[in-house]
């Protein structure tokens, strides 16, 4: 929950600027909903695509605040972020909304970037792979392992958010290594070909070393997103 209409154009038009001659990598900027529209005029003739941050699972209806996925395509969205973890623990995205929200997202024509991720706690009590495959299964269950084709997972240790601590490329790799084994029980080739990014504390000193683990594809990235420098330079590093 950061911007604003004065500032934003500042921070996009500096990333677009230093993202523009990037090749071999996809980004992607997730913005609040009252700045789509901003974030669409900006973006729309560069190479970043643009998306939001959380959806409503029913298409209309009497859910006073809430934002649906025609709503999101009608702004040109490409991505949007289902199940973060600050949704989950904050407001009670269940996985079943979750996964409800994954299914909604899909029938809009929208890409949905699915966030899993364990607790200190959780990951202290050894129960992360656990964890992270219950809340795979719910989307597996209701959409099925062909819909992830459409889709992107970001694996973000909740312990490693905002924290300023990490997980060592080598503890997300194993998640990342799990979740993609996870997947190719049910179908191997869309396992396989999965884009599954890592979102914990990503930052320009650390991203070379993590995006170079074999199932890390890439970076769900937050604070660092809002200083145009780090995020493009984080974008270099993916490429």
Request: net charge negative; aromatic share 8%.
């Amino acid at each position: 929950m950061y911007g604003r209409l004065a500032s934003n154009p500042v921070l996009l038009d500096k990333i677009v600027a230093g993202a523009r001659e990037l090749k071999g990598a996809e980004f992607a900027i997730c913005v609040p909903y009252p700045y789509l529209f901003q974030a669409q005029s900006k973006l729309q003739a560069s190479n970043i695509a643009w998306g939001a941050q959380n959806l409503h699972q029913n298409e209309e209806g009497a859910f006073t605040g809430e934002v649906s996925p025609g709503m999101l395509a009608d702004f040109g969205c490409r991505y949007v972020i289902i199940g973060h973890s600050e949704r989950r623990a904050l407001f009670h995205d269940s996985n079943e909304i979750v996964a409800a929200k994954f299914d909604a997202a899909l029938k809009a024509g929208l890409t949905p970037i699915l966030c899993v991720g364990e607790t200190l706690a959780e990951r202290d009590a050894g129960i992360t792979e656990q964890v992270v495959a219950t809340q795979l299964d719910a989307v597996l269950g209701r959409a099925g392992a062909q819909a992830l084709a459409k889709a992107v997972v970001a694996y973000e240790p909740v312990w490693a958010i905002g924290t300023g601590k990490t997980a060592s490329p080598a503890q997300a790799q194993a998640v990342h290594a799990f979740i993609r084994q996870r997947i190719a029980q049910q179908d191997s080739q869309v396992a396989q070909a999965l884009c599954i990014l890592y979102g914990g504390s990503v930052k320009a000193g650390n991203a070379v070393e993590l995006f170079g683990m074999p199932d890390i594809d890439g970076g769900l990235i937050g604070g660092a997103s809002l200083v145009a420098e780090d995020f493009v330079a984080i974008c270099r590093a993916a490429q």
